[in-house]
């Protein structure tokens, strides 16, 4: 059987997995790594603060990105773990994040407005809105589009992170 490539060493995924599991579980002053709902992507990933990025002082759609429209304290996080394996392939290696309990929804404060959720941004935590930067970004995660209703409560299942990056090279 022909090597996979790109391909790593299980050395490669596991410390930047734990790594990754660290910071966003770690109370940074006196805030735990948050999970944001988000309604659209930032055009760039190197300067997302502004669009993705909650603290501990978000209220509602105060010291929040432009584009949360909730968010919740990171409950727990699994791994890593070995993950699946492609067909035939690498052995892929995943976080699991739990389940997150109701968070609240915040559009406008009408009640009324919806608006469709897209994905999650996994973020360090952070006391203060003005102190985070795409520094404190680490993930950011696609969903099934999410119909959400102002002031409605939603709330996520277990995910996975799964790293598995390989693709067949030919056998020459």
Same mark, same amino acid.
């Given at each position: 059987?022909?090597?996979?490539?790109?391909?790593?060493?299980?050395?490669?995924?596991?410390?930047?997995?734990?790594?990754?599991?660290?910071?966003?579980?770690?109370?940074?002053?006196?805030?735990?790594?948050?999970?944001?709902?988000?309604?659209?992507?930032?055009?760039?990933?190197?300067?997302?603060?502004?669009?993705?990025?909650?603290?501990?002082?978000?209220?509602?759609?105060?010291?929040?990105?432009?584009?949360?429209?909730?968010?919740?304290?990171?409950?727990?996080?699994?791994?890593?773990?070995?993950?699946?394996?492609?067909?035939?392939?690498?052995?892929?290696?995943?976080?699991?994040?739990?389940? $997150?309990?109701?968070?609240?929804? #915040? !559009?406008?404060? =009408?009640?009324?407005?919806?608006? +469709?959720?897209? *994905?999650?941004?996994? /973020?360090?935590?952070?006391?203060?809105?003005?102190?985070? $930067?795409?520094?404190?970004?680490? #993930? !950011?995660?696609? =969903?099934?589009?999410?119909?959400? +209703?102002?002031? *409605?409560?939603?709330? /996520?299942?277990?995910?996975?992170?799964?790293?598995?990056?390989?693709?067949?090279?030919?056998?020459?």
């Amino acid at each position: 059987m022909a090597l996979i490539l790109p391909s790593a060493p299980a050395n490669f995924y596991e410390p930047s997995l734990t790594v990754f599991k660290e910071s966003v579980l770690r109370v940074n002053g006196s805030t735990k790594g948050q999970m944001a709902l988000i309604t659209a992507v930032p055009a760039n990933i190197e300067n997302a603060w502004a669009a993705v990025g909650v603290a501990g002082d978000t209220v509602q759609a105060t010291n929040r990105g432009s584009f949360v429209i909730g968010n919740t304290d990171v409950v727990d996080i699994t791994g890593p773990l070995i993950g699946p394996e492609e067909s035939p392939g690498e052995t892929g290696y995943k976080l699991t994040f739990d389940a $997150t309990p109701e968070m609240t929804i #915040y !559009i406008d404060g =009408t009640g009324t407005t919806t608006a +469709t959720v897209i *994905g999650a941004a996994i /973020l360090e935590g952070v006391d203060t809105y003005a102190g985070g $930067t795409t520094d404190h970004l680490k #993930y !950011i995660f696609k =969903t099934d589009p999410i119909v959400v +209703t102002d002031g *409605g409560l939603i709330s /996520l299942p277990e995910m996975e992170l799964i790293i598995n990056y390989s693709e067949e090279v030919p056998v020459v």
